[in-house]
Antibody, heavy 115, light 107 residues
Framework: EVQLVESGGGLVQPGGSLRLSCAAS????????MHWVRQAPGKGLVWVSR????????SYADSVKGRFTNSRDNAKNTLFLQMNSLRAEDTAVYYC????????WGQGTTVTVSS | EIVLTQSPGTLSLSPGERATLSCRAS???????LAWYQQKPGQAPRLLIY???SRATGIPDRFSGSASGTDFTLTISRLEPEDFAVYYC?????????FGGGTKVEI
């Protein structure tokens, strides 16, 4: 069964850091570009970042550029999102999803940035 | 960036009725790289349509997508109780990827 499972969310103070993980199974993870998408409470979907198959190329939404880093470990079938200098507006459910049309999504992990 | 505008914001219908959801792009979306997702409360989005008109695996044939220039449409031919949800369009033609604001289909 094709599956993505996110983890690592939680409550963090403004200015703090978190590292999200997305564990993949049921498909050849190393051959897939991957995406992060977030959804603030009661709001719509917002694309955050994309990474290519070997991690050598990434792209980011302007709102997170310079603060978030997308990476992957193909040996462990795991995608990561390192989030630094977190702000209240980063509060959201974070999903990982497959490329290109985001046909597979994880269940999401909740990040709350608050003092 | 490509802005996607969905309308209406909310669609109030009854089971058995036809639903027509619109998504207008601010510029051309190459090769119709446009997808539709369904999202229910507390759940992740589920891919319904990709390439503007191709149904994803396991999606019932009451869901269909079409395109005309920069206008995209998702049609649900006969609403089932499980179809009441929020629907998003998404373009995967260019970076940054963008989503529409969503259409809520309610009873």
């Amino acid at each position: 069964e094709v599956q993505l499972v996110e983890s690592g969310g939680g409550l963090v103070q403004p200015g703090g850091s978190l590292r999200l993980s997305c564990a993949a199974s049921g498909f050849t993870f190393s051959s897939k570009y991957m995406h992060w998408v977030r959804q603030a409470p009661g709001k719509g979907l917002v694309w955050v970042s994309r990474i290519n198959t070997d991690g050598s190329s990434t792209s980011y939404a302007d709102s997170v550029k310079g603060r978030f880093t997308n990476s992957r470990d193909n040996a462990k079938n795991t995608l990561f999102l390192q989030m630094n200098s977190l702000r209240a507006e980063d509060t959201a459910v974070y999903y990982c999803a497959t490329h290109p049309a985001m046909d597979v999504w994880g269940q999401g992990t909740t990040v709350t940035v608050s003092s | 960036e490509i802005v996607l505008t969905q309308s209406p914001g909310t669609l109030s219908l009854s089971p058995g009725e036809r639903a027509t959801l619109s998504c207008r792009a601010s510029q051309s979306v190459s090769s119709n790289y446009l997808a539709w997702y369904q999202q229910k409360p507390g759940q992740a989005p589920r891919l319904l349509i990709y390439g503007a008109s191709s149904r994803a695996t396991g999606i019932p044939d009451r869901f269909s997508g079409s395109a005309s220039g920069t206008d995209f449409t998702l049609t649900i031919s006969r609403l089932e109780p499980e179809d009441f949800a929020v629907y998003y369009c998404h373009q995967y033609d260019s970076s940054p990827r963008t989503f529409g604001g969503g259409t809520k289909v309610e009873i």
